[in-house]
């Protein structure tokens, strides 16, 4: 077994990191001989120097399932008795070539990944470094092939349209240093927040609901530009998982209910804050941040694209997110 200390303290440091890592989002991995040491399913990075979280999975399996068209979905057991399952990203993982493989939900790349102009606004940015572009697609095996079919130019770096990063190399430090380079070339302007309307939206909290514990996510409902991008739908797939299908505005659950079947996780009042359901959990909580963090630094001068109908129902009734999703309620108080 290969020394996993390096990998755990950057997995660590990483899912401590909102900016990069919210929930039980991101994955890690290191490949030693034939074997492929990855992150299980619906565990928390911040977490890393805590749980065993790194299952052994050898790469001819993975490779296998892939030529079959089959998701890799087998479990294993660590030696404390729990029964996990690999990352769903698990493919993207094997076939990039790569020692170490770091994929995050960086709100800075999802900020561009979500943005109709690319990839042509990162051509500058990322000028020097060797990257490709992944439009959309359905996140775990599809992914994983899409990426397999990209690998002719030899990239270190992706930007997974709508979805979020990936950074590989030959060991952790240099997948580190690397992530904090494209961090640093893909920081841009924040807008600054107007001030919450806390003792207005008091009185308009309605059964099943309260105002939302994280001070900073009142700003989706702080400015025009911020509540019409938030309500227009899900830009990528944790959010989707995490806090549904879409956030609403206050005066609109029913049509929220109609459209979608459910009642919304958040709801936006104009001018005045955000209110949460009541049985928004941890999870939920640290993606409506990170969803908070895209939003404010997006240029209004630039559309930007949300997922189809179609593939927010795919990820809602996908069995491996609703797994992720059970997984969540171990998670209130996670270390950060």
């Not at 380079?181 to 924040?190: F, K, N």
């Not at 939302?212 to 700003?219: I, L, M």
Request: hydrophobic letters at 45%.
């Amino acid at each position: 077994m290969p020394d996993l200390t390096p990998l755990r303290k950057l997995s660590a440091k990483l899912g401590k990191n909102l900016d990069l890592v919210q929930a039980g989002g991101g994955n890690t991995s290191l490949k030693a001989d034939d074997t492929l040491w990855v992150k299980a399913s619906g565990k928390w990075l911040a977490r890393a120097m805590h749980e065993e979280m790194f299952l052994p999975v050898r790469q001819a399996d993975i490779l296998r399932c892939m030529e079959g068209d089959e998701e890799y979905v087998e479990e294993y057991t660590t030696s404390s008795g729990e029964t996990l399952r690999p990352s769903v990203e698990t493919s993207m993982h094997a076939v990039l070539p790569h020692r170490v493989v770091v994929h995050v939900h960086s709100v800075r790349a999802i900020a561009w990944a979500i943005r109709t102009d690319m990839p042509a606004a990162l051509s500058d940015r990322l000028a020097g470094l060797r990257w490709e572009w992944i439009p959309y697609i359905h996140p775990g095996l599809v992914l994983g092939k899409k990426i397999r079919e990209r690998l002719s130019s030899k990239p270190d770096v992706l930007i997974l349209g709508n979805h979020g990063l990936v950074v590989a190399a030959g060991d952790c430090d240099s997948a580190e240093a690397l992530l904090e380079e494209v961090e640093r070339r893909l920081e841009c302007p924040v807008r600054a927040p107007q001030p919450a309307d806390l003792d207005g939206l008091a009185e308009v909290v309605p059964a099943g609901y309260r105002i939302a514990p994280d001070a900073e996510v009142h700003a989706l409902a702080l400015d025009s530009f911020s509540v019409d991008v938030a309500a227009r739908g899900t830009f990528y797939p944790d959010q989707c998982v995490y806090v549904g299908p879409a956030v609403a505005i206050l005066d609109g659950t029913r049509s929220f209910v109609a459209k979608f079947g459910v009642l919304p996780k958040v709801l936006l009042a104009p001018g005045k804050g955000v209110l949460v359901a009541d049985d928004l959990n941890r999870a939920g909580r640290e993606v409506l941040i990170s969803l908070k963090r895209v939003i404010e630094r997006l240029d209004p001068a630039i559309a930007v694209r949300a997922l189809e109908a179609a593939d927010v129902s795919r990820l809602i009734n996908w069995e491996a997110e609703k797994y992720r999703i059970a997984l969540a309620s171990r998670y209130e108080n996670p270390e950060r």
